[in-house]
């Protein structure tokens, strides 16, 4: 495969999975201290990566979640923050100023700050009162986001009696990192020649439903636009037919994720519209993909994961036929806004 690095990446996910226990004693110790609600609040496009957890908490748990904008959260606050709240920071750099700030605010209101780091040396890691680092960058962050959050989705709905089979999802959870190399072997062709096809489209729209829409959401704004500068509309496909259907012609590109969870529906409804008008409707689907000794409900816990480990090897492909290094920007880290 082009620039990848199995033994890398199967060592980060592995990281990522392998901190179950200890995202667990950790929820076990929080809940039993008085923690009466989550927050999951990064900021830019992390925050993506924890709202697949937050929404099976939301809908699978009494337990409250609520997912915010860090820098929104600074400036609007929440009447369900205070000194029972449990706020999970998301990070790579462990020094984005708007999670800083957001920290010292969660801070200020008496709630309990879980940070989840690429390194432990760094501002977010060491003024948490919890913190998971697992080493991961821009290619292998998605997965390590998504990975920690279910865990600590998990995690609470076992302690809360809200979990089933906790210890089985989790075994099947340490298969994944050997099984998303198989993933992204068997996309790999697929990247390639979808990278040759839109090497020079500009426009696009991303969408998708369930856990799989905010992988739609994030590649869209993180890859495509921030590190291809590719004009993108992400639009929930729930949306779809709420204003965006009338954008659609012959040559109008749709990217449709597709996902196997309940909200699989909303996507075969946009796939089933959408290619009665356009000649340019790509769909990508997670049971493309085996993965042997996952269930069927682990499967649609984990759609996102899959999708983001195949769209990686999209991005490489982008990034070489285009000659747009993902690492080339702007503005971003470049200017002082």
């Not at 989705?153 to 009696?161: K, V």
């Not at 996507?267 to 790509?282: H, I, M």
């Amino acid at each position: 495969m082009l620039n990848f690095d199995q033994e890398r990446y199967v060592g980060i996910q592995a990281g990522a999975v392998s901190q179950a226990a200890g995202i667990r004693a950790a929820l076990q110790t929080e809940i039993d201290n008085g923690a009466e609600n989550i927050f999951f609040a990064g900021a830019g496009g992390v925050n993506f990566l924890t709202m697949p957890a937050a929404r099976v908490l939301q809908t699978k748990s009494t337990f409250p979640t609520f997912v915010e904008m860090a820098a929104e959260l600074v400036h609007s606050g929440s009447a369900s923050l205070g000194p029972k709240s449990l706020v999970v920071f998301p990070t790579v750099s462990g020094t984005t100023k708007e999670a800083l700030a957001a920290l010292d605010f969660v801070r200020s209101k008496g709630a309990r700050v879980i940070t989840l780091t690429a390194k432990a040396d760094t501002p977010l890691a060491e003024l948490a009162d919890v913190n998971f680092t697992n080493f991961c960058a821009d290619d292998t962050s998605s997965e390590n986001f998504y990975l920690q959050t279910l865990l600590i989705a998990l995690a609470i709905m076992d302690i809360r009696g809200e979990c089933d089979n906790y210890d089985g999802i989790v075994a099947e959870l340490a298969l994944l990192p050997e099984l998303l190399v198989d993933v992204k072997a068997t996309f790999e062709p697929r990247a390639e020649a979808f990278a040759l096809e839109i090497k020079n489209e500009q426009n696009h729209i991303m969408t998708g439903a369930g856990g799989v829409w905010y992988e739609a959401w994030y590649y869209g704004m993180c890859i495509l636009e921030e590190m291809q500068w590719i004009w993108t509309r992400p639009v929930h496909a729930s949306d779809f037919f709420h204003g965006t259907l009338e954008l659609l012609e012959k040559d109008t590109s749709v990217i449709l994720l597709k996902g196997e969870d309940e909200q699989r529906a909303l996507g075969d409804r946009v796939e089933a519209f959408a290619k009665t008008v356009t000649e340019k409707l790509r769909v990508f689907d997670t049971k493309d993909f085996e993965l042997p000794g996952i269930s069927d409900s682990v499967r649609a816990l984990i759609s996102p994961i899959v999708i983001a480990a195949a769209f990686e090897r999209l991005s490489v492909h982008l990034e070489v036929i285009r000659e747009h290094p993902l690492t080339t920007r702007r503005y971003y880290k470049k200017g002082n806004f």
